[in-house]
């Protein structure tokens, strides 16, 4: 169980949450919800015990899997599935099975080789005890349903994606989790940030079930709603903006009636407070011609002032970015090509001879199951990459702008404004303050270091870089990762307004209906055909 009393959260002078009380118990299965910087993954990071509060307490008991956002930095010279199985212990009981094992075999000496066969001897006894060959097929299983192939298993975690890495993360607690207890139930509390960042559709409904399923108490923050409505039995609605949490005891469909009647409310004293405000103002107007009332009139202006200034705040939760993308810069006839592109990682051929042509104006979605390299396809015609052999040609005019799944066009230590400042050097001043205060960046935001900004923030940052640009290709890889759902709107609808190119890897069938493509390239083959609704279907597997 974790329990949290007079919580109060801060982000640098800003109060996220105060005076909240918070419990996690078995069964509970909670989705925390809030726009984008409202807090849920700082909330998550407190809950879980690896940030602190800046008042109040967390009691923990029991078992706890956290999944942060972020990929985990850690050492990444393990092997991913001695990760995974290091969840319960394994992987050092299935190494030094494996050093006797050797030993066995190699030892020429009879008393040697004897003491390797009663060490190997004790060290299997101690990990059949554990469970470990049910354990390690159970772990073979929950990474085959996340999308980890054997290959990537046996791999580094240096060599994987961001995304492969949090996979293995995942894995890795669901794996805890699913060691049942006594009661033959899990009584691992999963406390997980946005799981389904990095997964195909399959996975996701595996996941669904396994969330479920579990017993043992869940907070899960999702940008998912099919995942929340199917999964939790309880919402907490993080209000930054008040600087509450409102707790709702029920499922995903009852909370949003429940909330949307709230909101109602919240708006009907809204404007009976402004009607009021608005009656007292006019009174002290008539009355201020009179001396002797001025004071009486000086007491109303400040009475309907308090009653405004109550409002301030709710306005500004309403608030929306207004993400565009640029004005493309003139351009030959195709800005953009590429010949016999191919690439390799080690022995492992990801894709040979793919050709390309981007016309001006072209829109142009990559398609590939996971692993198939459309990652990869977009860093190589970025740039942050070199083919093999073969090679990319810039037409006339080409200007690209590039936005990475993992945001690492970012700087991250340097703040708000000097990334801003160096995505687009030659512009004003007082026209890149606007352009960030569109995008909601302003006042000492400015100043954070983006590595410290959230998910959903990060991705505003590098679009807002974007849009500074005049880029004339833009290589999109996952543009609406981490957005809550009104700024995943204003996205769509900067796709369907931008005249140039665009080059689109997405999970999200909303993006690729908003860009409405001409055309697919296939990967692995980098084949390319004209776009049918009926490749929709591949977007979610991909
Ligand atoms: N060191 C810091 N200084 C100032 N502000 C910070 C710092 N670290 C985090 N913040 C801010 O705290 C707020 C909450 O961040 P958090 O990551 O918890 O949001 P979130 O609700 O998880 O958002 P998202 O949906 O985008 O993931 C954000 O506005 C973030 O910019
Ligand atoms: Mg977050």
Sequence with gaps: MITATDLELRAGSRILLSDATLRIQPGDRIGLVGRNG????????????EGQPYAGEVHRTGELGYLPQDPREGDLSVIAKDRVLSARGLDQLLRDMEKAQTAMAELVDDAAQDAAVRSYGRLEERFSALGGYAAESEAARICANLGLADRILDQPLRTLSGGQRRRVELARILFAASDAGAGGKSSTILLIDEPTNHLDADSIAWLRGFLKGH??????????????????????????TRGEVDIYNMTWQ?????????????RRERANAEKKAGALMAQADKMRAKATKAVAAQNMVKRAEKLLSGLDETRQADRVAKIRFPEPAQCGRTPLMAEGLSKSYGSLEIFTGVDLAIDKGSRVVVLGLNGAGKTTLLRLLGGMEKADSGGVVPGHGLKLGYFAQEHETLDHEASVWSNIRHAAPDTQEQQLRSLLGTFLFSG????????????????????????????????????????????????????????????????????VEALEPERVILLPDGTEDHWSPDYLELVQLA
């Excluded at 009852?254 to 909101?263: C, G, M, Q, T, V």
């Excluded at 270091?449 to 974007?466: C, F, Q």
């Design 444 to 511: 000492e935001q400015l100043d954070q270091p983006a590595g410290t900004l959230s998910g959903g923030e990060k991705t505003r940052l590098a679009l807002a870089g974007l849009v500074s640009s005049a880029a004339n290709v833009l290589l999109l890889d996952e543009p609406t990762n981490n957005l809550d759902p009104a700024s995943r709107e204003q996205v769509l609808d900067a796709l369907r307004r931008y005249q140039g190119a665009v080059v689109l890897v997405t999970h999200d069938p909303g993006a």
């Design 254 to 266: 009852r909370y949003l009636d429940a909330r949307s009647a709230d909101e109602k409310r919240r």
């Design 215 to 240: 017993e043992g108490g869940l907070v899960v923050i999702s940008h998912d709603v099919e995942l929340l409505a199917d999964v939790v039995n309880k919402v907490w609605f993080l209000d930054a």
């Design 38 to 49: 409202a807090g849920k993954t700082t909330s998550l990071r407190v809950l879980a015990g």
